[in-house]
């Protein structure tokens, strides 16, 4: 299997909120990563869901890799999100 | 003070015969004289500036001024690490600076502003007392750092205030000391 087709399997999710400053660069990093490599992102308004808005309301942004294998949050630096994808 | 320091340095160096460097001299020293009068409310106004700007991000958020909050926020990553986890929050938007961090400052603010107030009559702190204020905020950090424990809000900020106030009180009636003394050389001799 070659490393591309390895990696369009990955799924991510990544909790946000409007108004969320480190939301905003967290997402340019994995439009940044989506011109390197293929995964299926999954975008949740941490409002939807008074639960999940409890769970991260003082983390966000939370960026979730292959279910919870890999867990970024808060100031994500774009070399552990290239790592978290295996591009580095 | 200021207006012998003006002397002293008039003494120091006399009026050039060339009108430009004349004018460059009396602007330089009206430069210099202003900061050595107003240094310490300069820097208190400065504090008061970041802690102004950490808390209008949330706010500027919240009435949708988004651009300008962003690049606030931004910009105070040079001062603060901004941890949502440790960072206060209004009407559900991140403040500028983390908790640590905001107690850090607001207290340099504070004191600063008590040194201005009591026009620079406050007395300075021995240095082993600053280390011992310092100590708590050291050892919650470091604790934290190496996973040993989690610490609280309220440690943050009982420790950010403590090693704040104990920077303040130490630096600035040492600066003012310092720059009182630095005096003595023009005085010596006599000029």
Redesign the interface.
């Known amino acids: 299997m070659t490393r591309p087709e390895k990696l369009s399997s990955l799924q991510v999710t990544f909790y946000t ?1 409007a ?4 939301c ?2 967290a997402r340019d990093m994995l439009e940044d990563i989506a011109a390197l490599t293929q995964f299926d992102l999954t975008e949740i308004d941490i409002r939807s869901d008074l639960k999940i808005f409890e769970q991260y ?4 942004p939370v960026i979730i890799i292959d279910g919870e294998d890999t867990v970024l ?3 994500i630096e774009f070399r552990d999100l290239a790592k978290a994808f295996h591009l580095r | 003070m200021a207006l012998q320091y003006w002397q002293q340095m008039a003494q120091v160096y006399p009026q050039s015969k060339h009108r430009t460097t004349s004018k460059v001299f009396t602007v330089v020293k009206w430069v210099g004289l202003f900061f050595y009068d107003h240094w310490a409310a300069l820097i208190m106004g400065l504090l008061g500036l970041v802690i102004l700007a950490a808390f209008s991000v949330p706010f500027l958020a919240y009435f949708g001024l988004d651009r300008l909050s962003k690049q606030i926020f931004f910009a105070m990553h040079l001062l603060c690490g901004q941890i949502p986890s440790h960072s206060p929050y209004i009407c559900g938007h991140q403040c500028g600076l983390c908790v640590r961090c905001t107690a850090i400052y607001s207290t340099l603010f504070v004191t600063s502003a008590i040194f201005v107030f009591t026009k620079k009559r406050l007395p300075g702190i021995p240095w082993w007392l600053l280390v011992l204020l310092a100590l708590p905020m050291a050892w919650d950090g470091t604790t934290q750092l190496f996973g040993l424990r989690e610490s609280t809000a309220l440690l943050r900020v009982i420790t950010g205030a403590l090693f704040g106030l104990g920077c303040a009180w130490f630096t600035f009636p040492l600066v003012h000391k310092t720059m009182l003394e630095s005096q003595a050389p023009l005085v010596e001799r006599n000029v």
Do not use: N, S, T, V
């Open positions: 909120k108004g969320c400053h480190l905003e660069e309301r003082y983390r966000i949050e808060g100031r």
